[in-house]
Structures are given as structure tokens and as C-alpha cells.
């Protein structure tokens, strides 16, 4: 089924993102979704195994090929790398200031930001960020899944 570390060729699908991890699919979907652009992720994740990085640990979003163009866009738009790197997004401000509070508690310095965002489907939009700067991505990362999953049980 998985031939190598390569997005499935999937009729009418095209993969507009790929990561190590879920919880960054899952931010790049719900930007997506906050777009009104459907997607959905592939997972090549090994689950026997916790890893996070290298080809046993791949995950893909995929969007409906006629939204591609915009999706490429709208991925390209949330992940500047010259802005740092989105660690957590949300609608809700509070949920993201919350985050925010986790990173500050572990010493990691965040930027939370406005993100105006204008679609022709959902109209526009405010969205909250934080961004890390790249050398503190995968801990902030971390952190945030942990206190993620933590709040949700």
C-alpha cells in the first residue's frame, strides 16, 4: 500500500502539505477549513513506533484537486518562514493566549498574532496565531500537544 516517503497519487486529490506530525495536519486542515477548503489527512505514520521525524513518519493534507491553486495559496500565506513558525491556531483568542501561557511557563517566546483571513466561501475571517521562532518549533510543538491533548480529556 505505502510504496515510499512520496504523497499517494489520489484521483482528484492533491497533497497541498506535508509534516512529521498529526497535530501540525491537523493546524494546516483547520486553517483550511477556516477557508472553507475541504481537506483531509493521510497519515504514513508508523504507530508502532513514536517517531516524529524521517519516512516512518510522514503525514500529508490532501484538498479536492479544483481547490488546490487557492489551498497552495492559502498554506504558503500561513507557514512564511521569515514570521517564524505557527505552533497553534485557533478562532477562539483565549484558547491560543492559553498556549501562549504554556510556552511562557517553559521559557519559550512566543508571538501571538492576528491572522485576517478572507475567503470567497466563509468571507473573512479573524484568526489567532502563535508563532515560535524555528529553533524552539519542535519542543513548543511538543508542549502544546501535551497541554492539547491534557485540556480534551
Known sequence: MWKDPEPNDIENWVCVFECGTEYEAEMAKNYLANLEIPAN??????????????DMALVYVYVPRDYGEQA???INEWRDPEE???????ADKEQV???????????????????AVDSEEAGKQTLFALYVSQDDEDEARNLIAEWDANRNQ
Open 41 to 54: 489527512i493521510l497519515s504514513k505514520r508508523d504507530s508502532s513506533y513514536n517517531l516524529n521525524v524521517g
Open 72 to 74: 497552495y495559496e492559502a
Open 84 to 90: 517564524g513558525e505557527v505552533v497553534f491556531l485557533a
Open 97 to 115: 493566549e492559553l498556549a501562549e501561557k504554556v510556552l511562557d511557563r517553559n521559557s519559550i517566546p512566543a508571538d501571538l498574532r492576528e491572522l
